[in-house]
């Protein structure tokens, strides 16, 4: 019975598995219509392949050697074409829609063009094209998502905004204030980075909002251009900055930094401490703008906060390390006068990269007192404020031009709401957002506003990154070794017990039993009871026990416990009281 009611239930589940709508199964067999072949006046078109015995990966793999190459309609382009043919890719396999009214008119345009170029030399790799149909969607969407397990992200997606405030006069010398605003830590999904680089971002938009004001008259114009510089791969040996500088310098024909730039200010972990560091490559000449500048800051430093300590760091870049320590090494070299200002004296600190980097960690205090010695540095240096006898103690951002608490507080809550970590910014709909929310805030206040977005080569990327970096984990409540220990012995004493007790019962039973069948056959009891019976007794109840069938067909299997029992019989066991009852 209960053999049938499993094969029953078992026949019902490979039903309902036969019946419902698997999105994939282990094998599955489809048509697909190869490419066409053919040579015309001595010239050879078409593919010359046809096997193809391969693992399917998608288009956006950078590696492709002996792989078959499964795409779209929107993916199939004359650059990825010809890039698996470059890697020596086994087969290209593309998808064909039902329903090709759907497809857009670009993508119809752009997939003829690249059919075109395609058919008009030869190949080796086979090329093949199949109608798409449920399991073929499952597979593509399968191989795009196996893409992202691996390589997320072979390209860093360096996101510039360059807003400038034009000074007064022709051929002036530029300022650039710059800083990186992605985050770092152990777990990039928990990389807040108030500190570093939050502060940074926070006083540079601030003084963006400041100097926008004294621009915006001709009389408080000064005779310098600022430019506000947030790169984003700062994290990362400063790839954005990197990236910015080479176009402007080596494929642009003109651009500020080929003008006179007086220096490069970069700010990097300012919220916290009483320390202000200046991080320099090389000790700034007297009488160069960066020298001028260093001085201004510490006379602001001297008349308005005496107790922040003021210092110069000197390190040389080494050119066999394949990192920069800072950002303004960057600048430094290409021959550009830069430095970084922060709080912190080592470059390898652990407080400029950890996931306890939040806004706990952050002194709004100190992070405004910071944000006002830069701006005054820079106004007396712009204004040449110390060369017109001014007081050493005068303040220029006061009143409207104030730093307003309400504003860096918001605008560090803002930045520190989710992780900023360089390989989340081009994924999640909230961290584009955050970008294209420094870029609104930019142009907010400035007028000329560029954004740059640069991709790695994919052929030779700088860096690659790999993805599922938040992944479910489960976690189970146990009780510790010892208890299992215990729980054992229990169960083994229990069944020992269980045990002892079975086999008493048996031979128990079985003793009782056999006394009822010699009984049964007329065993004389009287006779048993005389002088010297005992012998005698014992052989007939041994012969009874030896002779087999009893009481009908019933036979006996005598026990070790049985046998005990019968050489045990003495003349008070054959009594009466231990002989059943009719």
């Known amino acids: 019975m209960l053999l049938s009611v499993a094969v029953a ?176 830590g152990l777990a990039p999904w928990l990389s807040y980075g108030a500190d570093s680089n939050g502060s940074g971002v926070t006083i540079l938009l601030e003084l963006a909002r400041l100097f926008q004001k004294l621009y915006s008259s001709s009389s408080t114009r000064p005779q310098y251009h600022l430019m506000f510089s947030l790169t984003g791969g700062g994290k990362y040996n400063f790839q954005g900055t990197k990236r910015w500088i080479e176009e402007n310098l080596d494929h642009a024909e003109s651009s500020l930094l080929h003008d006179n730039v007086a220096f490069v200010l970069c700010l990097d972990t300012l919220a916290n401490g009483d320390e202000l560091y200046m991080h320099v490559s090389r000790p700034p000449k007297p009488d160069t703008p960066m020298h001028s500048f260093i001085q201004h800051l510490e006379e602001v430093v001297s008349s308005r906060f005496p107790w922040v300590k003021v210092g110069l760091v000197h390190k040389k870049i080494n050119l066999v390390e394949s990192t920069v320590a800072w950002e303004h090494e960057r600048y430094s070299l290409r021959r550009i006068l830069g430095f970084t200002l922060s709080h912190l004296e080592d470059p390898k600190s652990e407080l400029r990269g950890s996931i306890l980097d939040t806004m706990s960690q952050v002194d709004f205090r100190k992070l405004k007192r910071n944000g006002i010695i830069i701006a005054e540095a820079l106004a007396w240096y712009m204004y040449n404020l110390s060369d017109k006898g001014s007081p050493k103690d005068v303040q220029v951002f006061k009143g409207q031009l104030d730093f307003q608490d309400s504003r860096i507080s918001s605008l560090l809550s803002f930045l520190t709401s989710i992780p900023r970590a360089t390989q989340l910014l081009d994924k999640e709909p909230s961290h584009i957002l955050l970008v294209n929310s420094l870029e609104h805030e930019f142009k907010r206040y400035l007028q000329q506003v560029y954004r740059h977005t640069f991709r790695q080569d994919k052929r030779d990327p700088d860096i690659t990154f790999f993805d599922q970096m938040n992944q479910p984990v489960v976690m189970y409540r146990v009780k510790p070794a010892a208890f299992d220990l215990f729980l054992g012995g229990c169960i083994a004493a229990y069944l020992g017990i269980v045990y002892y007790g079975i086999q008493k019962s048996c031979s128990s039973a079985g003793l009782f039993q056999f006394c009822r069948s010699v009984k049964t056959v007329g065993f004389n009891y009287e006779a048993a009871k005389q002088p010297g019976a005992e012998p005698q007794c014992l052989r007939s109840v041994l012969a009874l026990v030896c002779e087999g069938p009893w009481e009908g067909n019933r036979s006996w299997t005598v026990t070790p416990g049985m046998c005990v029992s019968l050489f045990c019989f003495s003349k008070e066991a054959l009594n009466l009281p231990w002989l059943p009852a009719e």
């Open 9 to 184: 239930v078992l026949l019902l589940c490979v039903q309902c598995l036969h019946g419902s709508a698997l999105p994939a199964v282990s094998s599955y067999e489809f048509t697909a219509y190869r490419m066409q072949q053919y040579n015309m006046a001595q010239q050879k078109h078409g593919c010359r392949g046809a096997i193809v015995v391969a693992e399917a990966r998608s288009a956006d793999e950078p590696s492709l050697t002996r792989r078959c190459v499964i795409m779209k309609v929107s993916d199939f382009t004359t650059e990825r074409y010809f890039e698996a043919q470059r890697q020596n890719a086994a087969a290209v396999l593309i998808l064909l829609p039902k329903n090709i009214s759907g497809i857009s008119h670009d993508t119809l345009q752009s997939f003829m063009v690249s059919e075109s170029e395609a058919l008009q030399k030869e190949t080796l790799m086979p090329v093949y094209v199949a109608p798409e149909d449920e399991q073929l969607l499952y597979m593509y969407e399968e191989v795009k998502q196996a893409a992202a397990t691996r390589t997320s992200s072979i390209f860093v997606r360096d996101i510039f905004h360059f807003p400038i405030l034009p000074g007064a006069g022709e051929d002036i010398p530029t300022i650039v204030i710059t800083a990186h605003y992605d985050s770092y």
